[in-house]
Structure formats: C-alpha cells, structure tokens
C-alpha cells in the first residue's frame, strides 16, 4: 500500500526540499518506488537538487489544471530507476492549485509508486496546507532553535486538524527531523538539546542531521547527499531515517555524538 509522506515546517530554510530529495532517494536506494513532488509552486527548488531542472517540461500545476498528464510531467532519476519527480510550476502562484486537483493527482500517484514524498512550502498558507492535505504521515523537519521549534508546533496543530484524516476522525503519524545539529554546541547552550525539542513538540524522533557542508555541496552539484557521498555522515543519517520510515527499528548512532549525550534518546520517543 502506498503512503503520502509531507515533509514539512513552519519555517523557511531548515532544510525541507534537501531532506525530501534525500530521504526520496534513501527510499529508492532500498528498492522502493519513489516519486518526490513540489509544491512550492514559484519559487521551486526541488528539481535543482535533484539534478533535474534542464528536463522539466511539464509541472504539477500542468497536470492540476488538465493541461498535461501526469506521465507527461513525471521525470525519472538518471541515476536510481525508482525514483521519479514531479516537479512545480517557476512561473504560477499558489493559487493555481485547487484540492480537487491535488487529489486527482495523489491519486493517479498513489497508483503507480510505493511513496510519494511531498516536499512543502514554508508557511501555513495555501501551497503548505494542500502539500498535507493527503498525507497518510508527517516529516516534520526542525532545526534546534526556539523560533524553528516553535513554528513547527504550529505545524503539528495543523496536522491534526486541516489534513483529510483529522477531519476523518483519524491522525497523521508524524514524526520529528532534526536537522542542522551540533552536539558540541548544544552541550554549551548554543542550541537547544534533542531532549529539549523532543520535549516540546512530542511527536517520535525519525532522524538527527548533522550541521555538514556535504549536503551544501552536494545541493550545488544536483544531488541528493545520500547519492553524492553515501558514506558522508548526513547521507548515514538520512539512510537510517528512510529505513525508520519503513518500519524498521534503527539505532540513533550519530558520527560526532558525545559520550552519554544521546543515550537518554534509546526507547524514548524513538520512531519503530
């Protein structure tokens, strides 16, 4: 059965399209069947990640609007068979979507891959809500700072109540990245702990990225880092997290841990 995955945040540049370009690829590298989809309709990034951007013809607005079929728009990886894009529109705004469109569209995805991963917009505006509008599950991607935490709550609360299951009566599993983390800086008070975020916001522990120019240079370059350098310690951590999206039950094993720092984590709102 196939699953609709929102990676997602209140605010901007915490690192959402790198996550969902990683963790598509992580899941693909499994031997999954996997398509990442923009919707940051305007100022669409996805499709420079991936490497893809001289081969975007059709768009997700295209197929929303009926002005393309979804096969038309669909661009697979030259590297992993797996794993697809679809990208969005650089020249429309956010209300060129409509959420009998999306639907249509989830729906003919859901047909055709194991994971559709939804790479949204910063915000809670229009392009954010319909991103998690058909999630089955929540990537909430958090960097450790107060305003970052903060506006992530906000997105929790809008994950149980503006997604097709809350109104159902259902839930969204959702489940907390964090990414941009310096253990050493944390133990000096620089950034908040993971305890400390996990604390707050409540939700299970999917993954901790590491602050790393890897993944900087491998954006520049057009790949996901788990791709370029699959034994740099970010593409380690996205690979683990793919593999708790799965199901699978992975130890936190950070590269740089401190001694004892991350010990409190095991069996604690620890993603299965």
């Known amino acids: 059965m196939s699953k609709v995955v929102v990676v997602t945040s209140g605010k901007g540049g915490v690192g959402k399209t790198t996550s969902s370009a990683a963790l598509g690829a992580a899941l693909a590298q499994a031997g999954q069947s996997v398509v990442v989809v923009d919707f940051d309709v305007g100022l669409r990034n ?4 991936m490497g893809a951007e001289r081969r975007v013809v059709f768009d997700l607005v295209n197929v929303v609007q009926g002005d ?11 590297r992993l068979e797996t794993l697809w894009l679809l990208p969005a529109s650089q020249t429309r705004d956010k209300e060129a979507l409509t959420e009998e469109g999306v639907e249509k569209v989830m729906d003919g995805l859901r047909a055709r891959f194991d994971w559709i991963i939804c790479d949204s917009p910063a915000g ?12 089955d599950q929540a990537v909430v991607v ?7 935490v903060r506006d992530s709550d906000r997105i929790i609360g ?9 109104e159902g009566g259902d839930k969204v599993e959702k489940q907390l990245l964090l990414t941009r983390y310096d253990p050493v800086r944390a133990a000096r008070g620089e950034m908040m702990k993971v305890e400390d975020v996990l604390e707050i916001l409540a939700i ?10 890897d993944v900087l240079t491998a954006s520049n370059l057009g790949f996901p880092v788990t791709l370029h350098n699959p034994a740099s310690p970010p593409a380690k951590a996205y690979a683990q997290a793919a593999r708790r999206l799965m199901g699978e ?15 409190r984590l095991f069996g604690k709102r620890v993603a299965a």
């Not at 039950?249 to 010990?263: Q, R």
């Open 68 to 78: 393309a079929k979804l096969p038309q728009a669909l661009i697979r990886d030259k």
């Open 158 to 166: 809008l994950l149980d109540s503006k997604t097709r299951r809350a």
């Open 142 to 148: 958090t960097n450790p700072e107060v305003s970052s």
């Open 124 to 135: 809670i505006e229009k392009g954010a809500t319909l991103a998690m509008r058909f999630a």
């Open 249 to 263: 039950e992975v130890a936190f094993t950070p590269a740089k841990e401190k001694k004892g720092l991350f010990g």
């Open 46 to 49: 996805l499709d420079l990640v």
């Open 204 to 213: 299970p522990l999917l993954g901790i990225v590491g602050e790393s120019a």
